[in-house]
């Protein structure tokens, strides 16, 4: 075991890990962030806490984390390299793990054109997978990003990445995950998978060059609320692949029924995606939803989760 | 090449409010290129200013003069008869020009006419894109001859991000992706395999991170 993280140790025992997320507040409240974790209790293995998501000014995912941890939850702490150089980064990873954080996701984070500071500088003084370099150094060297030693307690965070088998140019995906692991990462999550067959390509390409062995793959599932949702998703978010009879199976229904439709089609989804070898887990993103987590991972047979 | 932009006449106006007699200087390197600030457009905004001063009521000297380099001591020196005549100096080269007046002229305003805006290349005739930041330590042999620090939106060093759509960057339907490129590139010269070598985090100080940059070539240095 590399790190003291629940979520490897449940990936580790070979249980199918879940894992979801937590945006925090464009506010300081931190009962909204309890509140929202709350609904995750018990139900997930760890919480993604965001970064600034959709570079868009929120609570920071450092104090989401701890506010996290402080309920006895396990908090996944992103970190984008967009708002951030590598002294900041570093003493961020210093901070989280004295806090009790030791998993995190690497990230280099949408663009400030999408968000409400589009006139910001973007950082990205170092890319995701430098930051994969950098937080594995940390761990497993002792050492920062500049070379000079970590004194006394060592950072050992289990390091997740991010994948997107939709993106473009499709062929490179799979190399670029190769490339994600050779830096470093232990666990990966993917984009939300709404066009299966494509995912299921991808993943040939991923046991083709033995990936699957190297890192654990968590499927990423989102439920759609409404046909306007899946619309939404469809044309206006980077890297998302929503194929069209999805959104007239979700226009199929009356409105009052689509919330329902959108969590059979996760279910549907995820059922699926338990049959394709190489899949280790399942990170659910229900986006301002999350009240819903825990009747998926029940009604997905994947409750009660592992006391690891 | 170093590419700029004409700024608003008001802009300009309101700099030159003040002054009467004024040295407008072109360039016939870069600027005149990008035809931003060469001879032509030095003519295009005399005639500009003076209509505006003269509806204004107020009347205006403009002396017009094309530089051959205006970064370059040895042509700004040409200018030594002609400053005592001019209250102010508005440059239409590039920031390195209008430093370099400022810094032989040091109790003469001058002023910019131009924004100064990325070093880049023309795509077609009237469209000219940024292709290098300076980083000074150049990666083009790595990358297809591509640069992933002025061409990608966030300077990814190993490969596109998750918002890479059919060739076209996340930030939008004018932008190419510059990693869907690089990639292709790779492919044509049959390099893919250069793809899966992690390039380490960037050292930034030869681009600046250092604090400003300086060249001495002892063997040309006087
Ligand atoms: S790698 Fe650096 S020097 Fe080379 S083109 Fe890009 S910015 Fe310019
Ligand atoms: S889409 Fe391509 S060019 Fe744009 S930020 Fe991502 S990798 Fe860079």
Redesign the pocket.
């Known amino acids: 075991m590399k790190t003291e993280s629940k979520l490897e140790k449940v990936l580790a025992a070979g249980h199918l890990a879940v894992t979801s997320e937590c945006g925090p507040p464009r506010g300081a409240s931190a009962e909204t962030v309890i509140e929202k974790a709350k609904y995750l209790d018990g139900v997930v293995d760890a919480v993604n806490i965001t970064d600034n998501q959709t570079a868009m000014v929120r609570m920071s995912s450092f104090a989401g984390s701890v506010l996290v941890r402080q309920q006895g939850m396990n908090p996944l702490l992103q970190m984008v390299t967009r708002d951030r150089n590598r002294l900041a980064m570093q003493a961020d990873i210093l901070g989280a793990y004295a806090l009790g954080i030791n998993t995190m996701l690497c990230l280099s984070g949408d663009h400030t054109r999408f968000g409400d500071h589009p006139m910001a500088a973007n950082v990205h003084d170092i890319d995701s997978i430098q930051l994969i370099q950098m937080v594995k150094k940390m761990r497993d060297e002792a050492k920062f990003q500049g070379g000079a030693d970590i004194k006394g307690v060592v950072p050992k965070m289990f390091i997740g990445a991010a994948a997107n088998p939709f993106a473009d140019p499709f062929e490179l995906r799979v190399m670029r995950l190769a490339k994600k692991i050779a830096a470093g990462a232990d666990f990966i999550q993917t984009q939300c998978i709404f066009n299966i067959d494509k995912f299921e390509k991808w993943m040939e390409g991923v046991r083709g060059m033995g990936l699957h062995k190297k890192c654990y793959i968590l499927a990423g599932i989102t439920p759609m609320k409404s046909v306007g949702a899946a619309r939404y998703m469809k044309n206006r978010v980077p890297g998302m692949d929503v194929p069209q009879e999805l959104v007239d199976r979700m226009g199929s229904v009356d409105k009052e029924k689509q919330p329902e439709e959108g969590i059979d089609i996760c279910l549907e989804t995820i059922e699926r995606l338990k049959q394709v070898e190489g899949v280790a887990g399942f990170h659910i993103m229900a986006i301002d939803w999350e009240e819903k987590v825990a009747e998926i991972v029940k009604r997905a047979n994947l409750y009660p989760r592992p006391q690891a | 090449m170093i590419t700029a932009e004409r700024k608003p006449l008001e802009e300009i106006l309101a700099y030159i409010k003040p002054f009467k007699r004024i040295l407008l200087l072109g360039c016939n390197e870069c600027v005149t290129v990008c035809a931003a600030g060469g001879r032509k457009e030095v003519g295009v905004l005399a005639s500009g200013l003076q209509m505006s001063r003269l509806k204004d009521g107020s009347s205006i000297d403009i002396r017009e003069h094309t530089l051959e380099r205006q970064c370059d001591p040895e042509y700004v020196e040409e200018l030594v008869p002609m400053i005592d005549s001019a209250d102010a100096v508005l440059s239409m080269a590039c920031g390195c020009g209008v430093q370099q007046l400022a810094m032989r002229f040091r109790d003469k305003p001058v002023f910019p006419a131009v924004n100064t805006k990325f070093?880049g290349g023309s795509d077609r005739h009237g469209v000219w894109t940024e292709?290098?930041?300076?980083?000074?330590?150049?990666?083009?042999g790595l990358?297809g001859g591509i640069?992933?620090?002025?061409?990608c939106a966030k300077h990814l060093m190993n490969g596109p991000c998750g918002g890479s759509a059919g060739g076209v960057c996340e930030i939008g339907d004018d932008v190419d992706c510059a990693w869907h490129l690089i990639w292709e590139r790779l492919k044509a010269l049959g390099l893919t395999d250069q793809y899966m070598e992690i390039m380490p985090a960037k050292d930034w100080r030869p681009?600046g991170g250092g604090g400003p940059r300086k060249i001495i070539r002892e063997d040309l240095a006087e």
């Open positions: 070093m292709r290098c930041q300076g980083c000074g330590d150049c990666l083009l990358t640069c992933p620090i002025a061409k681009a």
